[in-house]
């Protein structure tokens, strides 16, 4: 890289230290000094030292910092975008998008340069997308890998990380922030030898994690556990999983009419989205075995009358259907700058806490934002639920709608996802914004 371009750059990662990148007080020279990053060179693309990757070691400087930045801030994406003349980097913590920075426009080049170089790309190309990964060890010696996507762009090549977790720690079930006497239930109807436990819920509100949670009540030395997934996840010894994404021509309902071929004991489906994948999931759970699944739906209820529409006979609903456990997850309150305030008697009244909880003092907190939470007030998730467990009782007085199966549901016990929040919100693990932000009100 010649000088005239290395005054611009430097200058740049001056202005992106003191625009908070770095905590305050810091500066590059700390960063590099304390070297707790370090690219690993087993991937297969390093043919040649490290060090001869970057021409600039400023430049590497700063791909350490934004990777600290996005490792301390548990984001799950980092994206590096020209916008307006500037080059914007974001990053997506707790599900939400959040502006980190913008940098000068002179840094997109160098930064893209060395991308490509980590991770193992053409560094010629600059017209078409290319993926690739880099490995680092953080210095409390973790592995982290990042995938590594470039598009390009009217602006330019747009950089996309994401951060992969190879072995995730399956949570256990009293983990998740579900209520106890709910954890003992789920426990109690894993037990059976069959029937169909649904996690419903959209996008991005921890099925998964649920659905393992589940799993693990089973032991695979003793039981032949089967999964369909597309794609797979998180890689468990023991466990059969098929990844629909590695086969072309390959779907739900194929994979899983041949698994059940080999007669499992516990089938998981990663999703069921259509009829077909529906109704072999149901015929399973009707025959001997436990299906774990999820379907995208907004209730509980929901996901029953959702069925139902899928083409479903309601009595298969009920002699199939065990629990059907609906989730979401809502950013959990920083606990180092959540600010304590008291709700008025009318918004109490308002929330139904009256209810739920006589004896609450109406405290609840709201956010506030610190170095920590990277001023936004949050750190983490919490899952909020709404559990329903079909009975023999409830199955006896089934109906086909939404509203009087929540009805019913209710006058059996179920909380609402609602109360469920609220009740997180009393113990000040969450705000009320994000109670009105993920549920609606209880009819
Ligand atoms: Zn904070």
Sequence with gaps: MTNALMQPIQDSINKVCKQGLLPEGQSLEDLEAKDDLELVDDYPHFDK?????????????????????????????????????????????????????????????????NFKAISGMDEKEQNLSQEGRFRIVTKDNQERDFYVHLLPSAQGENIFLRALHKTPDLLDL???????????????????????????????????????????NFDSNKQSIMTVEDPVEFSIPGFNQVDIKSKPGLSYPKALDSILHQDPDVVLVGDIRDSETLALSVKAAVTGRKVLASLQAPTAAGAIVRMIHMGLEPFLVTSALSVVVCQRLARRLCEYCRLPYTVSEDLLDTFGLKKLLPFHDGQFYKSCGCERCLKTGYQGRVGIFEILVLTKEMKDLFSKNESQIQGLAKTFGMKTMREDAILKAAAGLTSLEEVLRLTTADS
Aim: with cysteine; charged share 25%; net charge neutral.
């Design 49 to 113: 030292p490290i060090d001869k990757l970057s021409e600039n070691p400023s430049v590497m400087a700063l791909i350490h910092m934004i990777l600290q930045k996005a490792i301390y801030a548990s984001a799950s994406e980092v994206l590096i975008e020209p916008v307006g003349g500037d080059l914007r980097l974001r990053m997506r913590v707790d599900g939400l998008l959040k502006q980190m920075d913008r940098m000068s426009a002179g840094l997109h080049f160098p930064l893209l340069a």
């Design 174 to 216: 009293d983990k998740l922030g579900i209520e106890t006497s709910l954890v003992k239930e789920l426990k109690e109807l894993s037990l059976k030898p069959q029937g169909l436990m649904l996690v419903s819920g959209p996008c991005d509100s921890g099925k998964t994690t649920t659905l393992y949670a589940l799993l693990k």
